[in-house]
């Protein structure tokens, strides 16, 4: 079992900047691919971005492409979601996710999950 805790979010302006943290306990995240999911209100739940276990490999949704940067410290084990340049449309609950697979963007491969942390742009 892995049990997975986010935090960094909040309230903040277009154009700024946030740091999101996933921090991991009960296994260790060099096991495990990473992944960061978004959920809007009245809206599915949507891939962000993913991390292979050893942190070489990244991928991204089109949509966060060049602002956003996924890392991953496994000797922490923890993972990053550095959010630039945040649009109001980027306004949602953030969450992270472990899979033993690799740089998967679908939603149903992942095991675990965290509770998520709140991300509010304002225009």
């Known amino acids: 079992q892995v049990q997975l805790v986010e935090s960094g979010g909040g309230l903040v302006q277009a154009g700024g900047s946030l740091r999101l943290s996933c921090v991991a306990s009960?296994?260790?995240?060099?096991?495990?691919?990473m992944g960061w999911f978004r959920q809007a209100p009245g809206k599915e739940r949507e891939f962000v971005a993913a991390i292979s276990r050893n942190g070489g490999s990244t991928s991204y949704a089109d949509s966060v492409k060049g602002r956003f940067t996924i890392s991953k410290d496994n000797a922490k084990n923890t993972v990053y979601l550095q959010m630039n340049s945040l649009k109001p449309e980027d306004t949602a609950v953030y969450y992270c996710?472990?899979?033993?697979?690799?740089?998967?963007?679908?939603?149903?491969?992942?095991?675990?999950w965290g509770q998520g942390t709140q991300v509010t742009v304002s225009s």
């Open positions: 996710a472990a899979t033993p697979r690799v740089l998967v963007a679908h939603k149903g491969l992942y095991d675990y």
């Open positions: 009960g296994r260790t995240l060099s096991s495990y691919g």
